[in-house]
Every structure is written in C-alpha cells, then in structure tokens.
C-alpha cells in the first residue's frame, strides 16, 4: 500500500518561511518523480513545483525564487522550503508521485497525500 504522509503547515505571517515534508511508504521511489500542488478555496488544485529521480526541477512561475523543492531518495522523503511566504500562497499542499520524468499536471500523478494546510495572514 503506497502512502504519502505531508506535513509542516500551519499558520503564518507574510514573508515567513515554511517548509513542508512529504514522507513516503509502501515502495522505493528512487525511479519516480514527486511534485506539490495546492488548492486554495474556490479554486482548482494547482501545479506549484517537481522533483524528478535524478534532482531535476521544474516550478510554476508564481513560486520561483521563493520556493525550493528537494528530496532525500534514501529518506523518501520531499520537501519544499517555502520562503518569502504571500497571502496568495494559502491553500492545501498535496505531495504526489508519478513514475518517470517530470510532470505538471495533476492526471500524470499516480500517487497523492491528504494534503497540509497553509495559511498565510497579511
């Protein structure tokens, strides 16, 4: 049983740091890729960064700069460092996983968490 466990959010202010965790379970996901979305209320689920197997990344304009994506293979674990945190970045963060190369919308991911919520106050 494939499981993806995020943590890490919680109520912030803006320009704060946040970084979340994305624990996975149940197989070794040293040959997928991992991404973030979020979704804020009202709003789709949307893309925010990917991390594939061998460390190459890829994020939505909105977080460049601010945002960093990472993983620790061994671990099977991911992270994302959020910096420089906006009122706009509020919204659930969901992990998810796919096998193979990068990918930026939601119907390429096989796997997801149950998502972490972050709150940002202006």
């Known amino acids: 049983q494939v499981q993806l466990v995020e943590s890490g959010g919680g109520l912030v202010q803006a320009g704060d740091s946040l970084r979340l965790s994305c624990a996975a379970s149940?197989?070794?996901?040293?040959?997928?890729?991992m991404g973030w979305f979020r979704q804020a209320p009202g709003k789709e689920r949307e893309f925010v960064a990917a991390i594939s197997w061998s460390g190459s990344t890829y994020y939505v304009d909105s977080v460049k700069g601010r945002f960093t994506i990472s993983r620790d293979v061994a671990k099977n674990t991911m992270y994302l460092q959020m910096n420089r945190l906006k009122p706009e970045d509020t919204a659930v963060y969901y992990c998810?996983?796919?096998?193979?190369?990068?990918?930026?919308?939601?119907?390429?991911?096989?796997?997801w968490g149950q998502g972490t919520q972050v709150t940002v106050s202006s």
């Open positions: 998810a996983a796919k096998y193979g190369g990068l990918g930026s919308t939601r119907n390429e991911y096989d796997y």
């Open positions: 149940g197989r070794t996901f040293s040959s997928y890729s």
